[in-house]
């Protein structure tokens, strides 16, 4: 069992849908990463958050630490959006990450 | 600040040859991270430094792989001798200590 599990593997939505792509995690850790990656493309880190919420712009990330379970949500999505979602938890005080196997994204006109 | 930088952006070399891959952090970033990237395995740690001293080096395939940090400025993953099935985009991150990660715009290595 993958120490990072995320869902769904591949979504698509239509302009304007709100999107929620789900992570879980088996191991305690000191925070959880939200990565973009966009076809051919570098990787780009969304949020880091340990607890709570957190928002910037479009798209907001929640973690529940008893559950060990995160969601990114975006809201009122574009084809910009069109990228892989990529769930990471770190632990110690390193950055050293574990990583989901993404959520591909697609939103269509 | 320019980000992360690494290079090339593309290498395509014969199996046997040696490949060196080059990474620039973010200055005074004092973490420094090797990550590989294939389809099979998503991405995976190789490698990472704290202040140029290799901390965990546990997710270095094999010994054909190394990496060094001669200064905060740089770093090199070589691979000696490459094989085919090392063929994969390598990212390079930075960060400070409990800081969100930046990536490099990775290498894409393709070995026939």
């Known amino acids: 069992k993958n120490e990072v599990e995320q869902s769904p593997q591949n979504l698509t939505a239509q302009e304007g849908e709100f999107i929620t792509i789900n992570c879980s995690y088996s191991v305690g850790i000191s925070a959880l990463h939200w990565l973009q990656q966009h076809p051919g493309g570098g990787i780009v880190s969304l949020f880091m958050?340990?607890?709570g919420k957190k928002k910037h712009g479009r798209l907001i990330a929640t973690i529940n630490i008893q559950e060990k379970h995160s969601s990114l949500h975006i809201t009122a999505s574009h084809p910009r959006d069109s990228a892989v979602y990529i769930c990471?938890?770190?632990?110690?005080?390193?950055?050293?990450?574990?990583f989901g196997t993404g959520t591909r994204l697609q939103v269509t006109l | 600040d320019a980000g992360v930088i690494q290079s090339p952006r593309h290498e395509v070399t014969e199996m046997g040859q040696e490949v060196t891959l080059r990474c620039k952090p973010i200055?005074?970033?004092?973490?420094l991270f090797w990550y590989r990237q294939t389809m099979m395995r998503g991405l995976e740690l190789l490698i990472y430094f704290n202040n140029n001293v290799p901390i965990d080096d546990s997710g270095m395939p094999e010994d054909r792989f190394s990496a060094k940090m001669p200064n905060a400025s740089f770093s090199t993953l070589k691979i000696q001798p490459s094989e085919p099935r090392d063929s994969a985009v390598y990212f390079c991150?930075?960060?400070?200590?409990?800081?969100?990660?930046?990536f490099g715009n990775g290498t894409r290595l393709t070995v026939t």
């Open positions: 200055s005074g970033h004092d973490y």
């Open positions: 958050l340990s607890s």
């Open positions: 991150a930075s960060s400070w200590t409990r800081s969100p990660l930046h």
């Open positions: 990471a938890v770190g632990t110690g005080t390193a950055s050293k990450l574990t």
